[in-house]
């Protein structure tokens, strides 16, 4: 019998709101454009060889800072149209983590060939203070409320089985206090202010240090199969959700942040070294040797990487949400011929 055009229609409608409610939790966040677009580029031919470290961002005044480690240098961006600014050497031995103080105009730098964490002016780079630490400074996290730089040193450098995240006061511009940590590399912190509590990447244990502040000490330590030396970590403060990166394979291990248990793992690229979570589009975008892999956040509870992108073997990474950049810095080698920096837009 030949249904009539009404019923048709009826029967089309009820399908099409079957198929909508019956959708994963995945398809309902889906977009139809790619996380990252490709908009500029700026080869560092100077630059000649080793790897970058971290980024800073200084917004008042546009620019995008980035450490050198072998050449030594801290790399200075304008930060809307990536070009080039300025090459600061012979300031910092050997750069790793820094931070922009606003307040202050100034950056903070951990210097592992200096042993020290040095205050520079951010307008022309001078050195304003050194304050010295144990050998081997190299992650770190400020906490604006504390307005204290949290920085890893000792260990392996120090030739120690543990190390210390030192405490330095950006108003007294000196330690003020140290935590010792069970460990003798710690790549990666990540803050909660919420919380007060401090989460370390353990390397050479396979593990996660949760440090509480207020007592100044290591709370739990978490362990798990899917931990592998593991290196970058990025912090979900709403679901409170731990994202950390595994090397050697390649994997997101993503922990809760209550009790440290794997909620999920997916293949990333390999040697990944820094990792942001966007809260505004629930995505990760984790950056490696291997290039730039975007993860989707379904749900607290389940993730699907949706792009990945070549980035010439640059792992070294940062996302700017104000101006919807995403900046990835690469060094000559294997897979380019110079270094350079790629900017992407954010969809």
Same mark, same amino acid.
């Not at 809307?80 to 100034?106: C, M, W, Y």
């Not at 949706?306 to 000559?332: C, E, M, N």
């Given at each position: 019998?030949?249904?009539?055009?009404?019923?048709?229609?009826?029967?089309?409608?009820?399908?099409?709101?079957?198929?909508?409610?019956?959708?994963?939790?995945?398809?309902?966040?889906?977009?139809?454009?790619?996380?990252?677009?490709?908009i500029g580029s700026t080869p560092l031919p100077?630059?000649?060889?080793?790897?970058?470290?971290?980024?800073?961002?200084?917004?008042?005044?546009?620019?995008?800072?980035?450490?050198?480690?072998?050449?030594?240098?801290?790399?200075?961006?304008?930060?809307?149209?990536?070009?080039?600014?300025?090459?600061?050497?012979?300031?910092?031995?050997?750069?790793?983590?820094?931070?922009?103080?606003?307040?202050?105009?100034?950056?903070?730098?951990?210097?592992?060939?200096?042993?020290?964490?040095?205050?520079?002016?951010?307008?022309n780079l001078r050195l304003i203070k050194s304050?010295?630490?144990?050998?081997?400074?190299?992650?770190?996290?400020?906490?604006?409320?504390?307005?204290?730089?949290?920085?890893?040193?000792?260990?392996?450098?120090?030739?120690?089985?543990?190390?210390?995240?030192?405490?330095?006061?950006?108003?007294?511009?000196?330690?003020?206090?140290?935590?010792?940590?069970?460990?003798?590399?710690?790549?990666?912190?990540?803050?909660?202010?919420?919380?007060?509590?401090?989460?370390?990447?353990?390397?050479?244990?396979?593990?996660?240090?949760?440090?509480?502040?207020?007592?100044?000490?290591?709370?739990?330590?978490?362990?798990?199969?899917?931990?592998?030396?593991?290196?970058? $970590?990025? %912090? *979900?403060?709403? =679901?409170? +959700? &731990?994202?950390?990166?595994?090397?050697?394979?390649?994997?997101? @291990?993503?922990? /809760?942040?209550?009790?440290?248990?794997?909620?999920?793992?997916?293949?990333?690229?390999?040697?990944?070294?820094? $990792?942001? %979570? *966007?809260?505004? =589009?629930? +995505? &990760?975008?984790?950056?490696?040797?291997?290039?730039?892999?975007? @993860?989707?956040? /379904?749900?607290?509870?389940?993730?699907?990487?949706?792009?990945?992108?070549?980035?010439?073997?640059?792992?070294?990474?940062? %996302?700017?949400?104000?101006?919807? +950049?995403?900046?990835?810095?690469?060094?000559?080698?294997?897979?380019?011929?110079?270094?350079?920096?790629?900017?992407?837009?954010?969809?």
């Amino acid at each position: 019998m030949r249904r009539k055009p009404v019923e048709q229609l009826k029967l089309a409608f009820a399908t099409a709101l079957i198929a909508l409610f019956t959708l994963s939790p995945g398809a309902l966040h889906a977009v139809d454009t790619v996380p990252l677009t490709q908009i500029g580029s700026t080869p560092l031919p100077e630059v000649t060889g080793g790897d970058f470290d971290h980024f800073a961002v200084d917004l008042p005044h546009n620019r995008l800072y980035v450490a050198a480690e072998v050449y030594a240098s801290i790399e200075v961006f304008d930060l809307k149209t990536g070009q080039h600014l300025l090459s600061a050497r012979g300031v910092v031995k050997s750069p790793r983590k820094i931070v922009f103080l606003e307040d202050r105009n100034q950056l903070l730098v951990a210097d592992a060939g200096d042993a020290s964490c040095e205050f520079l002016d951010a307008t022309n780079l001078r050195l304003i203070k050194s304050v010295a630490l144990d050998p081997g400074p190299d992650a770190g996290v400020y906490a604006s409320q504390s307005r204290i730089f949290y920085v890893s040193n000792g260990g392996r450098a120090a030739k120690t089985d543990f190390s210390y995240v030192s405490m330095i006061s950006v108003d007294k511009q000196e330690v003020i206090g140290r935590i010792r940590v069970e460990a003798s590399t710690l790549k990666t912190l990540v803050l909660d202010p919420a919380t007060e509590k401090l989460y370390a990447t353990m390397r050479d244990k396979n593990q996660v240090a949760v440090v509480g502040l207020e007592k100044k000490a290591v709370e739990q330590t978490w362990s798990s199969p899917e931990l592998h030396v593991d290196s970058a $970590m990025a %912090y *979900d403060t709403i =679901h409170k +959700r &731990i994202f950390v990166g595994d090397r050697n394979p390649g994997k997101l @291990v993503v922990l /809760d942040a209550a009790d440290g248990h794997v909620i999920q793992t997916l293949d990333i690229g390999n040697v990944s070294d820094d $990792m942001t %979570y *966007d809260s505004a =589009h629930h +995505r &990760i975008y984790i950056s490696s040797e291997d290039g730039v892999d975007v @993860v989707a956040q /379904d749900s607290p509870d389940h993730y699907r990487v949706v792009q990945h992108v070549d980035t010439l073997g640059g792992k070294t990474s940062i %996302y700017v949400p104000s101006i919807a +950049r995403f900046f990835v810095v690469h060094t000559r080698g294997d897979q380019a011929k110079e270094a350079g920096l790629q900017v992407f837009r954010v969809n």
